[in-house]
């Protein structure tokens, strides 16, 4: 078995002019630059700021989300619309305004009974104590024993 230094002895060894001509002939075909250009390519480039990175990344990122989010929430509202549509139902903008319409008629209707009617509204309310000590007093009246016996003469109730 031949060792490693006889085995790298017998490759053929390249020379210079076959060298730079492979090296020619794989170079990128570019335009000549002037020597000033040539020398500032060999320096490094500073970093790009932190504006340009977000130019770069975070503002698409930003434009992506706000612009899927409004195209999510106008599918989904047009979605809604339509089952709504096709349901029968109607939106809360239309309902409201039928509710309005139902009050303003009612209290149309109660201004035009209380006009007619001479509506006291400073008349006292009788408390269930009194209304039930009425309502005894009536009972007594009607059940005298004179009137009693009245109805009873006339087979009245």
């Given at each position: 078995?031949?060792?490693s230094?006889?085995?790298?002895a017998?490759?053929?060894?390249a020379?210079?002019?076959?060298?730079?001509?492979?090296?020619?002939?794989?170079?990128?075909?570019?335009?000549?630059?002037?020597?000033?250009?040539?020398?500032?390519?060999?320096?490094?480039?500073?970093?790009?700021?932190?504006?340009?990175?977000?130019?770069?990344?975070?503002?698409?990122?930003?434009?992506?989300?706000?612009?899927?989010?409004?195209?999510?929430?106008?599918?989904?509202?047009?979605?809604?619309?339509?089952?709504?549509?096709?349901?029968?139902?109607i939106?809360?903008?239309?309902?409201?305004?039928?509710?309005?319409?139902?009050?303003?008629?009612?209290?149309?209707?109660?201004?035009?009974?209380?006009?007619?009617?001479?509506?006291?509204?400073?008349?006292?309310?009788?408390?269930?104590e009194?209304?039930?000590?009425?309502?005894?007093?009536?009972?007594?009246?009607r059940?005298?024993?004179?009137?009693?016996?009245?109805?009873?003469?006339?087979?009245?109730?």
């Open positions: 078995m031949a060792t230094k006889e085995s790298h017998k490759r053929p060894v020379t210079d002019s076959q060298l730079r001509s492979f090296q020619e002939h794989y170079k990128f075909t570019s335009k000549k630059r002037p020597a000033a250009a040539a020398a500032s390519s060999s320096i490094v480039q500073a970093a790009p700021t932190s504006f340009h990175i977000f130019v770069r990344a975070g503002l698409p990122l930003i434009i992506f989300a706000v612009g899927s989010s409004y195209v999510l929430k106008s599918a989904v509202e047009g979605k809604n619309t339509e089952r709504d549509k096709s349901r029968g139902l939106s809360k903008s239309e309902r409201q305004a039928r509710l309005d319409a139902e009050r303003d008629d009612m209290v149309e209707k109660l201004n035009k009974k209380m006009k007619m009617q001479d509506f006291d509204n400073t008349k006292r309310i009788e408390r269930p009194e209304i039930l000590e009425r309502r005894m007093k009536e009972r007594e009246e059940n005298r024993w004179y009137k009693r016996s009245w109805r009873w003469v006339t087979g009245q109730s």
